[in-house]
């Protein structure tokens, strides 16, 4: 057996990681360990030292990367299957090179996921795809949809992006939600505390930030009001045990739930544990995401929120937005992020290098935390499996330019032009098992 670097990749069918620090489950640390994969499966692991392998069988010196299971992304954006700017195919390509194996996507779709026929589910080149579906027909919070319907058809839960500002509908839907539950066919109901009339057509949080860079402000209010309803309301209902809180982005959101008697699953949107107003200049791209980008307090706040446990998944909230449209003015530039192999990587290097933050803890709220959220069961990585990553945490690579529009898809891509360290450089669900540089 002749050793060989990370880079070239080896063809061969039996690589031996050696030395490969080993994620496997949720209440257990990283270990150390020898790792054979055959094809894209893992065929055994030992102690370092401990694997006896064949002549043909390649070693790859892999003290520096880290092997886990496949993330998870409970909630991101597809508006057409079919679509140019993102279409299932490009999706499922782009989750794979950010190392994730499924991705649960929102209502927000044309056609409006709030019918049965509208929901997308099954698997796209490896990547399971899961749909949620609409609380509300259309999403405008007039009227509740045919719940039983989209649950029995499939979906993976129930989701609304602004918090349906009618008490009374919200009511009725988390006391179907609760009865549901009790019968054994309860899902999971996301819903985000934002009201986009309070917004007021604001792109981020008021503070100095926005006011020294001339943005339109929205007030931290659009959030912590809804928070309240959505609280208080849940209290009233006896057996809720489904809601989920989505896209948390406010310090005093954070403090609302920590004064909060019942925990509950809360995600949180990963650029928030990122970026803040401090970061950005007048001309970058990446100030319109859904919720509004907050201040460096905000991000402190969720940061800490995610060390103890009160945040409990990062959803990606991949959303493709096209060139013409991400060259509008910030105010008329629709909201989002799109991509996922920058994801890993800045968190990692933010959290864990940062924060020092244990990196089963980041696991759990890239992978298992999102499973919880979406109320499937944890999944362990094991003998046998194809849903594992490598990531290689100091990698460098380039994210192109505005310039390099050919095979890239949307216009609105994270840190474009920057060189960014840490990438995924394998999936078992990939089927050469190594993924290449972009």
């Known amino acids: ?33 020898d790792v054979l994969l055959d094809g894209c499966q893992i065929r055994d692991w030992s102690a370092t030292g401990g694997l006896a392998t064949g002549e043909a069988t390649v070693v790859v010196p892999a003290t520096d990367l880290w092997l886990g299971p496949s993330l998870v992304d409970p909630y991101s954006h597809l508006e057409e299957a079919n679509g140019l700017v993102d279409n299932l195919p490009s999706l499922a390509q782009e989750a794979l090179r950010g190392g994730y194996g499924t991705v649960a996507l929102s209502p927000q779709a044309k056609p409006w996921r709030d019918q049965p026929q509208a929901l997308l589910r099954g698997s796209n080149h490896g990547v399971e795809l899961l749909s949620w ?16 319907a989209l649950l029995a058809a499939g979906a993976v839960g129930l989701a609304e992006e602004s918090c349906c500002s009618d008490p009374q509908l919200l009511l009725r839907g988390l006391q179907w939600q609760a009865d549901a539950h009790r019968c054994g066919r309860g899902r999971p109901l996301a819903m985000a505390p934002r009201d986009s009339r309070l917004q007021a057509g604001g792109v981020v949080r008021e503070g100095a930030d926005a006011l020294r860079l001339g943005l339109a402000m929205d007030p931290v209010a659009s959030e912590l009001l809804p928070l309240q309803l959505l609280l208080q309301t849940a209290q009233l209902v006896e057996g809720n045990r489904q809601l989920r809180l989505l896209n948390l982005s406010t310090a005093a959101a954070v403090a609302c739930l920590q004064q909060h008697q019942h925990p509950m699953a809360t995600a949180v949107h990963w650029w928030h544990l990122v970026e803040d107003t401090s970061g950005l200049d007048q001309l970058s791209g990446n100030w319109r995401v859904q ?70 803890r ?57 060189l960014i360290e840490g990438r995924v450089v394998a999936s078992g669900l990939v089927s050469n098992r190594w993924l290449p540089k972009l």
């Open 291 to 360: 919720p509004s980008l907050g201040c460096p307090e905000d991000r402190q706040a969720l940061q800490n929120a995610a060390r103890q446990g009160l945040i409990t998944a990062i959803a990606v909230n991949h959303r493709a937005i096209s060139h013409p449209d991400q060259l509008l003015p910030v105010d008329q530039r629709p909201a989002g992020l799109m991509g996922y192999a920058h994801v890993l990587p800045l968190l990692w290097k933010e959290l864990v290098d940062g924060l020092n933050l244990p990196v089963e």
């Open 133 to 148: 579906g609409s609380f509300t027909a259309g999403g405008a919070g007039q009227d509740l949809s045919d719940h039983g």
């Open 1 to 33: 057996m002749v050793p060989i670097g990370v880079e070239p990749l080896p063809a061969a069918a039996q690589v031996l990681l050696q030395g490969v620090q080993v994620v496997t489950a949720p209440d257990q640390g990283p270990q150390r360990r």
């Open 362 to 418: 980041l696991w759990w709220l890239l992978c298992w935390g999102g499973q919880q959220f979406l109320g499937q069961p944890l999944e362990t990585l094991q003998l046998g499996s194809r849903r594992w990553l490598l990531f290689s945490p100091h990698d460098p690579w380039f994210m192109p330019g505005p310039g390099a529009t050919t095979t890239w898809g949307g216009g609105n891509r994270p840190r474009r032009g920057q």
